[in-house]
């Protein structure tokens, strides 16, 4: 992240800016040395623009192959360098400039990352710190008559006939703020405690697709595609009903943690407090998805 300005330092503002972006070539979010990725690609679009590095900050990382309909980010630019994004007096602002520049930048991507939305952010906002909620959809088709070759690369094939309702309940039951040890990979120094808001299963009447719909205030690393194979197990009868809450109560991680194939991940969107009836309501909210927090 790049650091605040001192007082000899050139004053910075804050762009937030929305994408939405095919994951099936990437290798995930985060730069890697060598390997496409999409912050790499967004980086080097947002370079040629700028004429030097710019590092961004994203609401959620996303894995290998997950996609996104709804991504946020911030990066941090000096005033000289936002304005002189409108080369042309005449020309429409900076924001909607820099999407239409960066769209150029990201022609060679085919598509695959797509810039829907820029804009100076509010006093105080973080793409990760600051966001109340991230959602995420799965859609799985679980009989020959549902397979849809166009929607292959984003949608899990699953070889039996699942039971919805039956996975709706499961899911549901583990609903609220809980450890989700058993279901995330940990990191270093950061907590596994989460609150699920929403998680359930539907099945739609006229494709027959299923599609799980969860919100969480975070996800921590995998928990959104080792709850979806946990409740998928369930839903074709490995394992008996309530094996997942039993699973989240035992918190440990071990072979039994599955994870769901990443292509049919989508994040859906990312909410964020309404600076409208408070102006300090991002930063505080900001600090307290710092702290952290403990199961009470």
């Known amino acids: 992240m790049i650091p605040m300005p001192t007082p000899s330092d050139p ?20 730069t890697q040395p060598g390997l496409p990725t999409v912050q790499g690609a967004l980086e080097d679009g947002l370079a040629m623009i700028i004429r ?21 980010v911030h990066f941090d630019l000096t005033e000289a ?24 930048a990201l022609s060679r991507e085919r598509g695959a990352l797509v810039v829907t939305g820029a804009s100076l952010a509010p006093e105080g906002f973080d793409a990760r710190f600051s966001a109340l909620w991230r959602s995420y959809r799965y859609a ?28 709706d309940a499961e899911a549901k039951a583990v609903l609220g703020l809980h450890d989700f040890l058993t279901f995330c990979k940990p990191r270093a120094g950061a907590t596994t405690i989460r609150e699920l808001q929403d998680f359930g299963f539907t099945r739609d009447g006229q494709s027959g697709l299923i599609t799980a719909h969860l919100q969480a205030d975070a996800f921590c690393h995998n928990m959104v595609r080792a ?9 074709e009868g490995r394992h008996p009903a309530g094996w997942v809450s039993e699973r989240l109560e035992a918190m440990v991680r071990d072979s039994q943690t599955r994870l769901a194939p990443p292509h049919a991940l989508v994040l859906e969107h990312v909410e964020y407090p309404d600076v409208g009836s408070d102006p300090r309501a991002l930063a505080s909210r900001a600090a307290g998805t710092r702290a952290r927090r403990t199961v009470a």
């Open 81 to 104: 360098e936002w304005n002189a994004v409108t080369r042309n007096p005449d020309a429409a602002g900076p924001a909607s400039t820099l999407v239409r520049r960066l769209s150029g």
């Open 52 to 72: 030097r590095p710019v590092r961004t900050v994203v609401a959620g990382r996303t894995d290998a192959g997950v996609h996104a309909h709804g991504q946020v």
């Open 227 to 235: 709850l979806v194979a946990a409740v998928v197990q369930v839903g």
């Open 140 to 167: 799985i088709s679980d009989s020959s008559e549902t397979r849809d070759p166009l929607n292959r690369r984003s949608t899990y094939w699953h070889k039996e006939p699942l039971d919805a309702e039956l996975m």
């Open 11 to 30: 004053a910075l503002v804050r762009v937030r800016m929305d994408l939405a972006y095919d994951g099936t070539d990437y290798k995930g979010w985060a």
